[in-house]
């Protein structure tokens, strides 16, 4: 259990700076929002995953994804964390 636990802290740190690499402009986030950016982006992958390849039924839809997963996953959220939390230039 604890493996598990450090794998997916290392998976969410790794996904959630390469999102932010990936993703232009300038983002002002700790490296625990960063983590945290990286820890749902997985999950938002492998619920992707899920739907698009309705694979592993039995696990359901909501379950961590790899770091391709998690990278387009983070990606995705640190974009909706910007569209709500980003700052408002007028």
């Not at 959630?16 to 993703?23: E, I, N, T, Y």
């Not at 492998?46 to 990606?75: M, T």
């Amino acid at each position: 259990m604890l493996g598990l636990f450090v794998y997916l802290l290392f998976v969410g740190l790794i996904a959630g700076f390469l999102a932010r690499l990936l993703v232009p402009g300038k983002d002002p986030l700790s490296i625990g929002q960063t983590l945290l950016i990286g820890i749902i982006g997985s999950f938002v992958g492998g619920l992707i995953g899920y739907v698009i390849f309705n694979e592993d039924l039995d696990e359901g839809a909501l379950q961590a994804s790899g770091i391709f997963g998690s990278v387009v996953g983070a990606v995705i959220v640190l974009l909706i964390y910007r569209k709500f939390f980003g700052s408002k230039k007028d």
